[in-house]
């Protein structure tokens, strides 16, 4: 395996590994779908070079939703443009993801098809967020705070091409990531993650398990939790 320091290391060994099948997935239809591992890092860095052409690059970024290619994509792309990944519990009540987002001062949200129209008050009144991403948007979900996620890429399509690369991590043990956990022993908490935190467990992963290039791994666990991320990176 290769040991990997923080998310643009990472970023570098997916293109390493640029024809292997990433991850398959199925459509709404129940088609199956590839993606490999060059065009996971593709988005990786459309979505990283979109994030800093919309200002939110150092800022707290929250994503919410179902298991699918943009979320990962995503949580990436936020780790690799030097800002701050939240990932959150599709479960929980909206005022409850909204205050939890507050707690923290997040600045945006990457949202999936599934929260269309549930942040309709957030957009009016949140005190922190500015910047709303759908994922899968409807015809009444974009307005002036709301941009689709295909906007994100095409604005990170044109930044790529005029030669933007990945801010470098000089800082492993900043603060890369920020959670909440699930308050089985009382109230949830915040629990804070550099980018030494996340791939020292990733890499540690790799290493206790002796994974191989004919190995494929079912996502089952709910894509928000570090046991289901750690398993997903390795």
């Given at each position: 395996?290769?040991?990997v320091?923080?998310a ?15 991850l398959?997935?199925?459509d ?10 060059g065009?996971?890092?593709?988005i990786?860095k459309?979505v ?10 150092g ?6 939703g179902?298991?699918s290619?943009?979320w990962?994509?995503s949580y990436?792309?936020?780790?690799t ?10 479960e929980?009540?909206i ?7 507050e ?20 957009k009016q009144s949140?005190?922190?967020l ?26 990170g399509?044109?930044?790529v ?9 000089e ?14 022993t ?14 020292s ?5 790799a ?8 190995d494929?791994i079912?996502?089952v666990?709910?894509i928000?939790?570090t046991?289901?991320?750690?398993c997903?990176?390795?």
């Amino acid at each position: 395996y290769s040991r990997v320091s923080d998310a643009v290391d990472f970023q570098k060994l997916l293109k390493k590994h640029d024809s292997r099948i990433a991850l398959s997935y199925f459509d709404k239809s129940r088609q199956l779908h590839d993606m490999t591992y060059g065009e996971v890092a593709d988005i990786v860095k459309k979505v990283s070079a979109g994030i800093s052409a919309m200002g939110l690059s150092g800022k707290k970024i929250a994503v919410i939703g179902e298991t699918s290619y943009q979320w990962i994509t995503s949580y990436i792309g936020i780790l690799t443009s030097g800002s701050i990944v939240i990932p959150m519990d599709k479960e929980l009540d909206i005022k409850e993801i909204e205050g939890f987002l507050e707690s923290v001062d997040a600045s945006a949200i990457i949202y999936s098809g599934s929260f269309n129209g549930k942040f309709s008050d957030a957009k009016q009144s949140h005190k922190t967020l500015t910047s709303f991403i759908a994922i899968s948007p409807d015809e009444n979900e974009l307005d002036a705070k709301t941009v689709s996620f295909e906007t994100v890429l095409e604005k990170g399509e044109a930044s790529v091409a005029s030669g933007y690369e990945f801010p470098e991590i000089e800082d492993r043990e900043k603060l890369a990531e920020m959670l909440f956990t699930s308050g089985t022993t009382g109230t949830s908490k915040r629990v804070m993650l550099s980018q030494k935190n996340i791939f020292s467990v990733v890499t540690a992963a790799a290493a206790t398990v002796e994974f191989t290039p004919d190995d494929t791994i079912v996502s089952v666990l709910p894509i928000h939790h570090t046991y289901e991320l750690a398993c997903m990176l390795a």
